[in-house]
């Protein structure tokens, strides 16, 4: 099942680096979004140096189980970045192609790197305390992520969050749904962790979504706050 599951995460793996460095390297001349293409080039890579030191100082680590747990646990975590991308692109309605790289969004490419980060933090939180489980590991960390996008999807239900990083470009507001989606990527990812605790443990926390569901609810206030003075400030300036 380990090879299969192997294979599987290969595919994937050699999937995202295809779709993720195209765009980056082929797509666009070298001098445009240079920026945007340094910070999305770096990420992968930074994501590889946190899942290694993860597993080395790991206390759920054992390296004597051979380079292959190693490398099952980077590629899979690749395959998690890249299927959680590509979800949040369906849901959040954001693209790290065209959105950060064609039409050269800048709130957008803010998110992205939140959405980049918070997704490894899921995973490396799961590996913290999983890294020789395998069926742990796929099991916790496809809750986790579920739970991270869900909560994602209800700010913008309740705040309309995406139309204004992809339709208004507001940075500000990008800065800001960055910074929750990193907050709550931590948060998630330290209920994965296992430290100390047991699988249902670990279920009741993400369905309950504690301590993210507060966190989601204060958010969402701020956001709806912002927008109703931005709003209100509009409205000032169409009567002069």
């Not at 070298?30 to 994501?47: D, G, H, M, V």
């Not at 998690?80 to 192609?97: A, E, K, P, R």
């Not at 803010?110 to 796929?138: C, M, P, R, W």
């Not at 296992?194 to 609810?217: A, D, W, Y």
Request: glycine share 6%; net charge positive; aromatic share 12%.
């Amino acid at each position: 099942m380990k090879i299969i599951i192997f294979i599987i995460s290969s595919i994937l793996f050699f999937l995202f680096i295809k779709r993720w460095y195209h765009p980056v390297i082929k797509l666009w001349p070298s001098s445009r979004n240079i920026k945007a293409k340094i910070i999305l080039a770096s990420l992968p890579f930074i994501f590889l140096a946190v899942i290694i030191v993860t597993q080395i100082f790991s206390s759920g680590s054992d390296t004597a189980n051979g380079f292959f747990n190693i490398l099952i646990n980077i590629v899979l975590g690749y395959s998690y970045i890249f299927l959680g991308l590509q979800l949040t692109s369906l849901v959040f309605d954001l693209h790290w192609i065209y959105d950060a790289l064609h039409l050269n969004n800048k709130a957008a490419l803010t998110v992205i790197i939140g959405e980049f980060l918070a997704i490894s933090f899921i995973y490396t939180g799961v590996i913290a305390g999983h890294s020789n489980n395998l069926y742990n590991i796929l099991f916790i960390c496809t809750l986790g992520i579920t739970a991270w996008i869900i909560t994602g999807l209800i700010v913008h239900l309740c705040t309309g969050i995406f139309e204004q990083i992809t339709i208004e470009r507001d940075t500000r507001c990008g800065v800001r749904f960055c910074l929750y989606l990193l907050i709550s990527g931590i948060f998630l990812g330290y209920v994965c962790s296992g430290n100390n605790k047991t699988i249902l443990m670990i279920i009741t926390e993400l369905t309950t979504s504690r301590p993210v569901l507060p966190l989601t609810v204060l958010y969402i206030i701020i956001e709806l706050i912002i927008k109703k003075a931005k709003n209100k400030g509009k409205r000032k300036n169409d009567k002069y």
